[in-house]
Nanobody, 123 residues
Framework: QVQLVESGGGLVQAGGSLRLSCVAS????????MAWFRQAPGKEREFVAA????????MYADSVKGRFTISRDNAKNTVYLQMNSLKPEDTAVYYC????????????????WGQGTQVTVSS
């Protein structure tokens, strides 16, 4: 059993920054890929960013590339999402996800999910 807990969401004005954290527990995760997804009301859950367990390979959705940075600290079983230059359209519940050997843009590939943290960007 794997548990993921996100934190760091909140209210921010357009152009501001937030840093999300996701802490994993239940076992070691150095061989697990980790990813961030987001879901706004009435919209499908969409891919945001992913990082391989080595931390040396990352990928981003086109909508956030250049603004968001994903990283991980395997010693802390934690993945981060640094979000800069936030826009109102970034408003959503952000979820972290993981799975054994998974490094994908497809939400269906991930088997473990956090509870989500709300990010609201005002204009």
């Amino acid at each position: 059993q794997v548990q993921l807990v996100e934190s760091g969401g909140g209210l921010v004005q357009a152009g501001g920054s937030l840093r999300l954290s996701c802490v994993a527990s239940g076992r070691t995760f150095s061989d697990y890929g980790m990813a961030w997804f987001r879901q706004a009301p009435g919209k499908e859950r969409e891919f945001v960013a992913a990082v391989l367990w080595t931390g040396r390979s990352t990928m981003y959705a086109d909508s956030v590339k250049g603004r968001f940075t994903i990283s991980r600290d395997n010693a802390k079983n934690t993945v981060y999402l640094q979000m800069n230059s936030l826009k109102p359209e970034d408003t959503a519940v952000y979820y972290c996800a993981t799975g054994p050997g998974i490094y994908s843009r497809n939400a269906d590939r991930y088997t473990y999910w956090g509870q989500g943290t709300q990010v609201t960007v005002s204009s």
